[in-house]
């Protein structure tokens, strides 16, 4: 079992920054990615991003090139999602997913065994 903890989120304006972290407990040294999704208010929890948690390789959604970077800590067990110049439609619960199957289809969520319970982020205009 991998427990997984968020924090960073909160009210932002446009075009500001902010970092998102999830701590990783538990059987960390089975994790083989770690990754973010997020779900705007009423929608489809969506891919953001994942890192390989041995070679450190990442990849992003489309949307998220070029504002979202992901990074990972693996002698802390934490992974990072910094955002820069935050829009309205940013906005949603940050979630925080690991797996520790290797394969797993990454941009989507059936590909994580364990979540963490999410961080709001809501940016005003």
């Known amino acids: 079992q991998v427990q997984l903890v968020e924090s960073g989120g909160g009210l932002v304006q446009a075009g500001g920054t902010l970092t998102l972290s999830c701590a990783a407990s538990g059987r960390t040294s089975s994790i083989r990615a770690m990754a973010w999704f997020r779900q705007p208010s009423g929608q489809e929890r969506e891919f953001v991003a994942v890192?390989?948690?041995?070679?450190?390789?990442?990849y992003y959604a489309d949307f998220a090139k070029g504002r979202f970077t992901i990074s990972g800590d693996n002698a802390k067990n934490m992974v990072h999602l910094r955002i820069e110049n935050l829009k309205p439609e940013d906005t949603a619960i940050y979630y925080c997913?690991?797996?520790?199957?290797?394969?797993?289809?990454?941009?989507?969520?059936?590909?994580?065994?364990?979540w963490g319970q999410g961080t709001q982020v809501t940016v005003s205009s």
């Open positions: 890192i390989g948690w041995t070679a450190s390789s990442t």
């Open positions: 997913a690991s797996t520790d199957v290797m394969g797993s289809p990454l941009e989507d969520t059936g590909g994580y065994a364990y």
